[in-house]
């Protein structure tokens, strides 16, 4: 039984590296996905629509490498192979899923070179100006991106949900090991695209962090 | 196929979290283990003990959460409850896995607050310090502090390596689970007490790191 | 003319490195300091006596370096020479300034290997756990740990002020040209002793973060 | 005298926000500075040739905050007005200190939030992948960007340099304070445009760091 309600405080919907690879096979992305991609973006549109009609600030994540190779790190190491490489097929965001950063909904764009999100980028830095309590994550891989962003943000004190049917994994069996893994973490974490929308319909429209913030003194 | 050999430059020995709770029960130290506990306490001696001989510096963590709960962050919001209370049973390190912190071998002892041995801690320092290229885990839990620490050194570009027979997870399905994730992480990750014993002792003795390193402008 | 109120939401009192070595020349201590020491610690008595009085949080800062040399990092490469090492004369804690960690009055002692008291350390997790808003920092050196505590604390959203005739610095110069740079980042951050006294006086006793947090599911 | 050389290991050049807005006035930019804004960047064009020649890699930093204002977090508390707004004039990068992202010369360019940086950023995870030792800090302001960026290189164990005639303050006095704080952390840390140019042709032509890294397992 969840020991915290769904929603706690300042929610955002973070959309962890639904990329046009998603659709590709692991010989052309570098990374191995379970079939279902078509279905997760359906997902993901519905809930990003919410969101946006709830005034739930977006936070969208795309992986990104340098064609030069220096900023991969260890990630060539292990099972996946090369991938995300700035400027090659599969790397852009899903066409449906890209921020609209002219609006008045806060929706952000972060590039990021690591697994995690809180690794060499700004993620705190905007958590921290949405004065955000409770991350709402779907996209991939839910045993790699989205499992080490959820661990890094339990960490840093957040509430963290995983959206089980808006996420897919390297393979069946870490699919669902890396969903066990983030519910032992935070019990509820685990939760379905149905009862987000269920719960973006219950807040009170836009919230407070759609304000302008630039008085500065008044801040 | 592994991608790197066992020991890339200069190895490190991290102990995590070998404490007396291991050997309790969940209902006494607040987490769940599988058993095995003394088998592992025996093969993280004799892992000691050849680091000591072949200069290999030792890093002990120890998890510690404050009695008035103020650094637990959001890990009660799960599976475990209240664990490594500092001055509470089970939270003192097994007393034969603690530093020497007098001698010339260099150890070091690290108290931590959050599963990853990373995160609001001077290991990054140490590690530097030490010009460290590859860490070997041990100890608990493969599936949560083993793990997190895994991945962030591995997003640190750190080599990095998990003894499976000297971790014990919080079920064998978690365990089992860990592993695997890891092994996906960096190929050839997941090793046993007997090839770290042989790697260790085709080491030519105490490493450039023991040398003294006070001297200021000449280093 | 301030455009923050001195005190925002929850503060902390951060009393930073006020070691024995504070009364001792450079060439003992191996770090320049300005005379006053003893003024400087019997005014820190003061708010410290405040803070305990009016449930004000507080964090003792301590740097301490291991005899071997390792934690040292770049910081022989300048003015400064060996200092604040484990078990040497001046590393001790000013006897009057030390935590109580055993009462009800939360109070934390942490040890820093850097000047920055954000860099390898649990701070950022304490204050988190805190819900602190506003740091209230003293000690020394204003021109370099004081000063980089405070950039990093100020980069992190936290309200910061300094206690200008409660920090000693290197030199006169750089003493006063650090407040001018902590000020510089946020008017109004140059304070007295007497503003601080006053301040806590006026606060509603104990805070909020005095309450047992130890219940989990309702944190 | 210095207690190292001038570079030691792999040099990166870091060109801290050279941007359009340094050429106007406080009124209009958001940020006061000295006047000498041209001089400055005919010099860093030199200096962005000379390591161009020379292989040694180069970051250019940019400070932008989103017209929201979601980003500035207590940079508006100080002595700054609005500055480095997306979009405004002032915010682009100097014409000629732009990097070439296309070519065989390892250059990047890095957005930041903050003043140092180092802090919600991918420095660390490029310079890394730099193998980088030294970093030669140029642009402004010598009293807030440049200097926190040393200040986090330095407790990041990095060799810094900062180049005192490409490198304009808020006021003479704060410039002057603050490149004496950097000599404090580094003695030799000050330096001219002439003694770079000179050190940058001693080098060996480009450098390792160019090499293509895409091998994986031979990384």
């Known amino acids: 039984m969840p020991k915290q309600p769904l929603i706690v405080g300042n929610p955002v919907l973070v959309v962890v590296d639904m990329q ?4 590709m096979s692991a010989d052309e992305a570098g ?3 379970m079939p279902g991609h078509a279905e997760r973006v359906e997902r993901a549109e519905r809930l990003l629509a919410a969101a946006r009609g709830a005034g739930v600030p977006v936070v969208f994540f795309q992986e990104v490498h340098r064609p030069s190779g220096i900023d991969f790190g260890r990630e060539l190491d292990g099972t996946e192979g090369v991938h995300c490489v700035e400027g090659h097929s599969g ?4 066409p449906t899923l890209r921020p609209d950063l002219t609006g008045a909904h806060p929706e952000f764009h972060i590039v990021k070179r690591r697994y995690s999100g809180f690794i060499g980028t700004e ?3 905007v958590l921290r100006g949405l004065k955000a309590d409770t991350l709402i994550l779907i996209g991939g891989l839910p045993d790699v991106c989205v499992h080490y962003t959820f661990a890094d943000a339990h960490q840093r004190d957040y509430y963290v949900r995983v959206v089980t049917d808006c996420v897919g994994g390297s393979s069946q069996y870490r699919h669902d090991a890396a969903l066990d893994a983030m519910e032992y973490l935070q019990t ?4 379905t695209t149905e009862e987000i929308l269920t719960a973006f319909r219950g807040l009170n429209g836009p919230l407070d962090t759609n304000r302008p913030v630039l008085e ?4």
Chains 1, 2, 3, 4 share one sequence.
Request: glycine share 18%; net charge negative.
């Open 20 to 23: 046009e690879g998603g659709a």
């Open 31 to 33: 990374i191995p996905v």
């Open 91 to 94: 790397t852009d965001l899903e």
């Open 123 to 125: 993620f705190d830095i």
């Open 188 to 191: 509820g974490a685990m939760r």
């Open 216 to 219: 500065g003194a008044s801040r």
